[in-house]
């Protein structure tokens, strides 16, 4: 409980490179390196582990560049990079504190996995994906001029914009309005006798 | 300049001029017959309580024409196994209309009418869009079944098709691609990771654009959240990264069904390891969460909740990024809430955040967080008052001992020894784990007898001594182990 150190950063978990030199650094038997240079610029990739020898705290560390079999136990004092101590020990602690992951159990609150589309899908107009075929009749009551339409291959006429229509199908919308196109004018002769009928 | 003959074949349509009267009159007349006509099938059919959108199953309406539909398998079969793409459409609506019946869609007959290589065909048919509509209808409604359906429509090579269609220039057959695909990802962690194998990805987040209907986007946001679900394994972390900044801007709009599957997507991203949390909460995503947490919206609030309770399952940094988004100003409210699952996972949340270093549990006292706790430990449905049992043991391993005082003194004590009668033992197990660290922050003090006496008036010392009878092991050695560490002092009667 009394191990944690406050990281000096917060926000992301990244790991930092950290520089260690030491001319003190303890050479063991089966680690390859050179022995010419005295004071040698190691960098820490992550600390592992951590154990107590003869009163002294030492970490397990993995070093950059180095495979896993190059890992070394390393006194704390040694060390220049308290920044991933703190990762490891903030891991180690939360796994120890008893921090419980979701249980999976969501008494069916959870999002649909799959889904059926139902005829009542409220497809309407152009939307439903069918050709048109002839416009039977218009209207603005909506307070916009919407023409009913007759589908290809479907017995349910609906509404559809004005606006809509006289792009997605001009000839269609044309036709609707040449077979109603009268002309009002003077009357002439034939005319005349045209409306006694 | 048009021709003569057009301008005569269009006066011709006008309504009255360019027609001799005697064809005027014919049109009038035959005008007539047809409204007669159309009145009289009109109230025939009322009578007969017929409309042509109704299925009768086995029997066909009249001899098929262009103008009726068949709903009997055999003549779909037949259609659909035409050659004329207009049968071919008729074909596919039929089938499409009773695959989206409400009760009982017969998927099976279908499918075992060897169907679906010829609706998976008509999938590529740029040229046909009606045709590619209906078969992407049924074959969403197909794969909407159970894992062995959904795998008859993989196995004939839908996916591709489906990925391919995405990109279709009609916006309601993009869509229907997008529903189908969703329902193959949700069929498990196998088919997600196929679809994103073929590289659905990048295919559905290029149909995200300002001019998106809303209607498509919730679709959309469904099936992304499809393609983060599921563990054993997780989605592979590519894919995650790819989608996560769409995600973030989905979290944005105000439209409740994307705000609830978009939360969804981000809850399953968040449920595993701590790698996982991390790639989450590096977009920076937490305060938009703590924020839909307090969504008027049932269906945004509950995915919201979840996904704040899986990053304060994490590391005492991502707990604290929580924390530094205002969660605990809104978890009260949560603890308190009419819905049980609400209050049980808000518990569950509090649990986790006492679990954190002593910095952390300070700010819960600071929050007023104990009050809530101890109202959940007492009136709780049990569910939530066994995560809130966990809320208290945590609270007193991480807390200093003016920590636990305090929640001694709010309350807590007393209400998790009235929780000692529960049959649950692992209940009882995490009270007495709590019971022995008050203790020891008691030694700390001094003051180990006035708590053994404080339990003791709280009737506590009774239920502990009950305990060591209990029939699991641990709890009676657990319980043994108090008795006799703290209350074995000659003083104090042994009922």
């Given at each position: 409980?009394?191990?944690?150190?406050?990281?000096?950063?917060?926000?992301?978990?990244?790991?930092?490179?950290?520089?260690?030199?030491?001319?003190?650094?303890?050479?063991?038997?089966?680690?390859?390196?050179?022995?010419?240079?005295?004071?040698?610029?190691?960098?820490?990739?992550?600390?592992?582990?951590?154990?107590?020898?003869?009163?002294?705290?030492?970490?397990?560390?993995?070093?950059?560049?180095?495979?896993?079999?190059?890992?070394?136990?390393?006194?704390?004092?040694?060390?220049?990079?308290?920044?991933?101590?703190?990762?490891?020990?903030?891991?180690?602690?939360?796994?120890?504190?008893?921090?419980?992951?979701?249980?999976?159990?969501?008494?069916?609150?959870?999002?649909?996995?799959?889904?059926?589309?139902?005829?009542?899908?409220?497809?309407?107009?152009?939307?439903?994906?069918?050709?048109?075929?002839?416009?039977?009749?218009?209207?603005?009551?909506?307070?916009?001029?919407?023409?009913?339409?007759?589908?290809?291959?479907?017995?349910?006429?609906?509404?559809?914009?004005?606006?809509?229509?006289?792009?997605?199908?001009?000839?269609?919308?044309?036709?609707?309005?040449?077979?109603?196109?009268?002309?009002?004018?003077?009357?002439?002769?034939?005319?005349?006798?045209?409306?006694?009928? | 300049?048009?021709?003569?003959?057009?301008?005569?074949?269009?006066?011709?349509?006008?309504?009255?001029?360019?027609?001799?009267?005697?064809?005027?009159?014919?049109?009038?007349?035959?005008?007539?017959?047809?409204?007669?006509?159309?009145?009289?099938?009109?109230?025939?059919?009322?009578?007969?309580?017929?409309?042509?959108?109704?299925?009768?199953?086995e029997e066909a309406l009249s001899p098929e024409n262009k103008d009726t539909v068949s709903f009997?398998?055999?003549?779909?079969?037949?259609?659909?196994?035409?050659?004329?793409?207009?049968?071919?459409?008729?074909?596919?609506?039929?089938?499409?209309?009773?695959?989206?019946?409400?009760?009982?869609?017969?998927?099976?007959?279908?499918?075992?009418?060897?169907?679906?290589?010829?609706?998976?065909?008509?999938?590529?048919?740029?040229?046909?869009?009606?045709?590619?509509?209906?078969?992407?209808?049924?074959?969403?409604?197909?794969?909407?079944?159970?894992?062995?359906?959904?795998?008859?429509?993989?196995?004939?090579?839908?996916?591709?098709?489906?990925?391919?269609?995405?990109?279709?220039?009609?916006?309601?057959?993009?869509?229907?691609?997008?529903?189908?695909?969703?329902?193959?990802?949700?069929?498990?962690?196998?088919?997600?990771?196929?679809?994103?194998?073929?590289?659905?990805?990048?295919?559905?987040?290029?149909?995200?654009?300002?001019?998106?209907?809303?209607?498509?986007?919730?679709?959309?946001?469904?099936?992304?959240?499809?393609?983060?679900?599921?563990?054993?394994?997780?989605?592979?972390?590519?894919?995650?990264?790819?989608?996560?900044?769409?995600?973030?801007?989905?979290?944005?709009?105000?439209?409740?069904?994307?705000?609830?599957?978009?939360?969804?997507?981000?809850?399953?991203?968040?449920?595993?390891?701590?790698?996982?949390?991390?790639?989450?909460?590096?977009?920076?995503?937490?305060?938009?969460?703590?924020?839909?947490?307090?969504?008027?919206?049932?269906?945004?609030?509950?995915?919201?909740?979840?996904?704040?309770?899986?990053?304060?399952?994490?590391?005492?940094?991502?707990?604290?990024?929580?924390?530094?988004?205002?969660?605990?100003?809104?978890?009260?409210?949560?603890?308190?809430?009419?819905?049980?699952?609400?209050?049980?996972?808000?518990?569950?949340?509090?649990?986790?955040?006492?679990?954190?270093?002593?910095?952390?549990?300070?700010?819960?006292?600071?929050?007023?967080?104990?009050?809530?706790?101890?109202?959940?430990?007492?009136?709780?449905?049990?569910?939530?008052?066994?995560?809130?049992?966990?809320?208290?043991?945590?609270?007193?391993?991480?807390?200093?001992?003016?920590?636990?005082?305090?929640?001694?003194?709010?309350?807590?004590?007393?209400a998790i020894i009235n929780l000692l009668l529960v049959k649950d033992a692992k209940v009882i197990?995490?009270?007495?784990?709590?019971?022995?660290?008050?203790?020891?922050?008691?030694?700390?003090?001094?003051?180990?007898e006035k708590l053994s006496l404080l339990i003791e008036e709280l009737g506590g010392l009774e239920?502990?001594?009950?305990?060591?009878?209990?029939?699991?092991?641990?709890?009676?050695?657990?319980?043994?182990?108090?008795?006799?560490?703290?209350?074995?002092?000659?003083?104090?009667?042994?009922?």
């Open positions: 409980m009394s191990q944690t150190t406050e990281p000096s950063n917060d926000g992301a978990a990244v790991t930092e490179e950290a520089k260690i030199m030491t001319a003190e650094k303890e050479k063991k038997a089966d680690e390859v390196v050179e022995e010419e240079e005295e004071e040698e610029e190691y960098v820490v990739e992550k600390v592992l582990n951590r154990r107590v020898v003869k009163g002294r705290v030492e970490y397990l560390l993995k070093w950059k560049g180095f495979s896993n079999e190059d890992n070394t136990w390393e006194p704390e004092d040694n060390l220049d990079c308290p920044d991933l101590i703190a990762e490891y020990l903030q891991k180690q602690k939360s796994a120890h504190e008893g921090k419980r992951k979701a249980a999976g159990d969501t008494d069916g609150d959870e999002s649909k996995s799959k889904k059926k589309k139902d005829d009542n899908e409220k497809l309407r107009g152009f939307a439903r994906g069918l050709e048109p075929e002839r416009i039977i009749g218009a209207t603005d009551s909506t307070g916009e001029l919407m023409f009913l339409m007759k589908w290809k291959h479907s017995d349910e006429a609906d509404l559809v914009p004005a606006k809509e229509a006289n792009v997605k199908c001009p000839q269609v919308v044309i036709s609707f309005y040449e077979e109603r196109l009268t002309w009002h004018s003077y009357p002439s002769e034939d005319e005349k006798k045209d409306d006694k009928h | 300049m048009p021709t003569k003959n057009v301008v005569d074949e269009r006066i011709a349509k006008f309504k009255n001029k360019g027609k001799d009267l005697a064809k005027l009159r014919e049109k009038r007349i035959s005008a007539c017959v047809q409204l007669r006509k159309a009145q009289k099938n009109e109230s025939f059919l009322k009578r007969r309580n017929i409309t042509l959108s109704s299925f009768p199953d009997r398998i055999e003549d779909i079969i037949k259609n659909v196994n035409s050659d004329d793409r207009e049968a071919q459409t008729r074909g596919s609506q039929a089938a499409r209309k009773l695959l989206s019946k409400s009760h009982d869609p017969p998927i099976k007959e279908i499918i075992d009418a060897g169907l679906l290589s010829r609706f998976v065909s008509f999938l590529s048919m740029d040229n046909e869009p009606t045709l590619q509509f209906e078969a992407a209808w049924a074959l969403t409604n197909i794969a909407s079944g159970t894992s062995w359906h959904t795998q008859q429509v993989v196995e004939h090579g839908a996916v591709t098709a489906f990925i391919n269609l995405l990109a279709s220039p009609m916006l309601h057959i993009s869509e229907q691609a997008v529903w189908a695909l969703g329902n193959i990802a949700g069929d498990g962690a196998a088919y997600r990771d196929v679809l994103i194998e073929c590289n659905v990805i990048p295919a559905l987040l290029a149909r995200i654009s300002p001019d998106t209907p809303v209607g498509y986007l919730r679709n959309l946001t469904w099936t992304l959240s499809n393609l983060c679900r599921n563990k054993n394994p997780c989605p592979p972390l590519s894919a995650v990264q790819q989608m996560l900044p769409s995600l973030i801007q989905l979290l944005h709009l105000g439209d409740k069904d994307i705000l609830s599957d978009a939360c969804w997507a981000i809850s399953y991203l968040s449920d595993g390891s701590n790698d996982r949390i991390d790639v989450v909460v590096r977009t920076g995503i937490v305060p938009r969460l703590v924020e839909l947490m307090n969504n008027k919206e049932l269906c945004v609030m509950t995915p919201a909740l979840r996904s704040i309770g899986n990053i304060v399952s994490g590391s005492d940094l991502h707990t604290q990024m929580a924390i530094d988004a205002g969660v605990l100003d809104v978890l009260p409210k949560l603890l308190r809430h009419p819905k049980p699952t609400m209050q049980k996972e808000a518990a569950w949340a509090l649990s986790n955040i006492a679990a954190g270093p002593c910095k952390q549990i300070q700010q819960l006292i600071t929050c007023s967080l104990l009050p809530p706790l101890v109202e959940v430990l007492r009136n709780g449905d049990f569910k939530t008052q066994k995560e809130a049992v966990w809320a208290v043991t945590n609270f007193t391993s991480g807390g200093t001992v003016e920590q636990v005082v305090h929640l001694v003194q709010s309350g807590a004590l007393e197990l995490v009270i007495l784990e709590a019971v022995n660290n008050m203790f020891m922050a008691a030694e700390k003090l001094g003051e180990t239920r502990i001594e009950m305990l060591q009878n209990h029939s699991n092991e641990m709890v009676y050695q657990a319980a043994h182990n108090l008795i006799e560490k703290y209350f074995s002092d000659g003083d104090l009667e042994e009922v």
